[in-house]
């Protein structure tokens, strides 16, 4: 039992294995390249965005009350693994999400803001924008704040500001994000 819950890859091809007999025995005949990219962009959206609250809500306020000595078991180990999971989601999540639109057939409609797809619309963008951040603003900062590129104290400070005010403006476009994409129907 311990071995088995002990190997994330193996409790995670059992996940699959269960979400392929609930696909095909409870939802047979109805699985098509929409129901599974729709399945894939919420896998992937909830990975990215579970992060990005992780940041904040854990790590980020968590940070100054750790004692200097036990700090770098974040900078170093923890960040660095929780960043890796946090960009590539966001990378899946625009990827998944713009397949549905274009599979639903709306997807020029929805980033044109038209009428009919105004929420959905907002939704896109807003994820959009969330998505540039995180890759060209909250990951390059981090890798200087964190020492994964060399940069001098100074640079790394200013760094680690930049990429926790980009991380708080995700955080907070991410409530009007969510609205449109589970509202829309
Ligand atoms: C650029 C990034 C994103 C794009 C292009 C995008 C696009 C879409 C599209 C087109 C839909 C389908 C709407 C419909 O036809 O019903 C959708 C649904 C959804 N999205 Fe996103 N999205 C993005 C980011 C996110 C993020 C970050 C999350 C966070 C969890 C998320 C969660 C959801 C959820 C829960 C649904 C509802 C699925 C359903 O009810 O079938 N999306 N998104």
Known sequence: ?????GNLHLVLAAGLLLAIIVMFGAHAGLVDANTIFRWLHVFFGITWIGLLYYFNFVQIP???KIPAELKPGVSRHIAPAALFFFRWAAALTVLTGLTVAWISGYIAQALTLQKPYLLIGIGMWLA??????VWFVIWPNQKKALGIV?????????AATTAMIFSRINTML?????YCMVNFS
Request: charged residues 20%; without cysteine; glycine residues 0%.
């Open 62 to 64: 968590t940070m100054p």
């Open 1 to 5: 039992m311990a071995k088995f819950f």
């Open 150 to 158: 060399p940069a001098e104290d100074a640079v790394k400070a200013k």
């Open 174 to 178: 991410s409530l009007a994000m969510l």
């Open 128 to 133: 959009l924008v969330m998505a540039f951040n």
